[in-house]
């Protein structure tokens, strides 16, 4: 469970905080809700946590405040979860691939093609339409809170890619969920489930042929040191999701639990906007280090992928739903 300490505990991610004018109201016991974070404190997802950290502990008059661990300190993200479940650690942020094994009607919310833009994106995790998903994880000891969003994944490997024929033989790492694995070799490759923090050395000793990520990810993780070839297949734009246990989020006030609920919102916004600012200092990075960056026409990816929508959407009516309410909102 939540841990409560009288002082405020230190900042989370060596940022510098004017203990001062952080401390809580006389009396108030400030409890830490632990999240685990696998990527790195440069991550737009980090940075709008670590905002949304602070103003929450401002809202509450110090009565919460969130620690994030980056860097898969805590373990890779199905631990984590693991984690938030039994309630060892409070929150994480996870891909919706994991959420995926326990709820399958979220793989709509990570289906190839699903969203048209990030305008489209961005109103479908803003628009309260996922409230009712959200909402239904819960006697599985989680609630999501939110959906960030992680740009749109493209293939990488050792040439570029410019047809599904071109990865006929190709290992290309995917996140683990069964949606995931059904994607890629429908675009032609061989799906290969891993956690991310395996994939930079799989690829090295050849055990795979690429992956499959945004290009924050791609140049945070170097993965163009063992493949230069970054081609736009934009095949899936799947959020992040953040997790909470449900025990703890109940146990808060009624107001506290809608501050939270709150800002969950606004920086959801926020994030995009970070996610924007980040993106192009990433491709610049990968690409001063050899990366090359190819343009891809889709229309053959989404053909190939068609197959993938129908069958995850035919699945449960909850799913066909979901699926054309997504649509709906496309421009
Ligand atoms: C992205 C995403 C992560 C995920 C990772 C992956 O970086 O934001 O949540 O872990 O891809 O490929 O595993």
Not at 28 to 54: C, G, I
Request: proline share 4%.
């Amino acid at each position: 469970s939540a841990s409560a300490t009288t002082a405020p505990a230190p900042a989370a991610g060596g940022e510098t905080k004017d203990d001062e004018a952080k401390a809580p109201e006389k009396d108030v016991k400030t409890t830490t809700l632990k999240l685990a974070f696998n990527q790195s404190e440069k991550h737009p997802q980090y940075l709008a946590l670590s905002e949304m950290s602070d103003a929450f502990y401002e809202a509450t008059g110090g009565a919460y405040r969130i620690e994030i661990s980056p860097n898969e300190l805590l373990g890779s993200q199905k631990d984590a979860f693991e984690l938030v479940q039994s309630g060892t650690i409070q929150m994480a942020m996870v891909a919706n691939s994991i959420v995926e094994n326990v709820n399958p009607d979220f793989a709509v919310l990570g289906l190839p093609y699903a969203y048209d833009s990030v305008e489209h994106q961005k109103k479908v995790f803003t628009s309260g339409a996922l409230d009712d998903i959200f909402a239904s994880t819960e006697a599985n000891n989680f609630s999501v809170m939110a959906a960030f969003t992680a740009g749109a994944r493209c293939i990488y490997t050792d040439k570029p890619v410019q047809t599904p024929a071109d990865l006929k033989g190709y290992k290309i790492r995917v996140m683990e969920s069964q949606t995931c694995i059904a994607m890629l070799d429908a675009m032609g490759g061989v799906g290969t489930p891993m956690a991310q923090g395996e994939v930079y050395t799989a690829i090295q000793q050849g055990v795979i042929n690429g992956g499959e990520n945004n290009e924050i990810t791609y140049a945070d993780l170097k993965h163009y040191e063992v493949a230069p070839y970054f081609s736009y297949t934009r095949h899936l734009m799947i959020p992040d999701l953040l997790v909470m246990n449900t025990a703890t989020l109940k146990g808060m006030s009624e107001e506290d639990q809608q501050t939270l609920k709150d800002l969950c919102k606004e920086y959801t916004e926020r994030e995009f906007q970070l996610w924007d600012e980040n993106l192009e200092g990433a491709k610049k990075t990968a690409e001063e280090a050899g990366a090359q960056f190819i343009d891809v026409d889709i229309a053959p990816f989404q053909e190939a992928c068609q197959p993938v929508i129908d069958n995850v959407t035919s699945k449960s009516e909850g799913a066909k739903a979901l699926y054309e309410e997504i649509r709906s909102l496309a421009n």
